[in-house]
């Protein structure tokens, strides 16, 4: 199993940026699918970016100006950094994790992921 725990959430003022971080263990960073996902208060899981074992990355067109992710395969950590973020972008973010290969067109779907974290909360005001 893969364990993910996500961090660097808080309270951020209008037009700010975050840099959020999500580590992984108990798997090697070949072996899975890794990605973001958020959860605005009332609203359905959505899923922002991602990247294959092979390196190939999709990020979510509504966000693709703003936010940017990356993968540090050494550290096994995942990270989201988030420009221009604005009071829409208040929520619940997670990371999730997958071993099984999908088309790209599944990956932002959260039940395209068997490991999920606890998420971290970004409350932009």
């Known amino acids: 199993d893969v364990q993910l725990v996500e961090s660097g959430g808080g309270l951020v003022p209008v037009g700010g940026s975050r840099r959020l971080s999500c580590a992984a263990s108990?798997?090697?960073?070949?072996?899975?699918?890794i990605a973001w996902f958020r959860q605005p208060p009332g609203r359905e899981r959505e899923g922002l970016a991602a990247?294959?074992?092979?390196?190939?990355?999709r990020t979510k067109d509504s966000v693709k100006d703003r936010f940017t992710v990356s993968r540090d395969s050494a550290t096994n950590t995942l990270y989201l950094r988030m420009d221009s973020l604005k009071p829409e972008d208040t929520a619940t973010y997670f990371c999730?994790?997958?071993?099984?290969?999908?088309?790209?067109?599944?990956?932002?779907?959260?039940?395209?992921?068997?490991?999920w974290g606890q998420g971290t909360q970004v409350t932009v005001s």
């Open positions: 999730a994790a997958d071993s099984y290969y999908r088309a790209p067109g599944l990956w932002f779907l959260p039940k395209s992921y068997l490991w």
């Open positions: 108990g798997g090697t960073p070949s072996r899975y699918r």
């Open positions: 990247i294959e074992r092979d390196g190939d990355t």
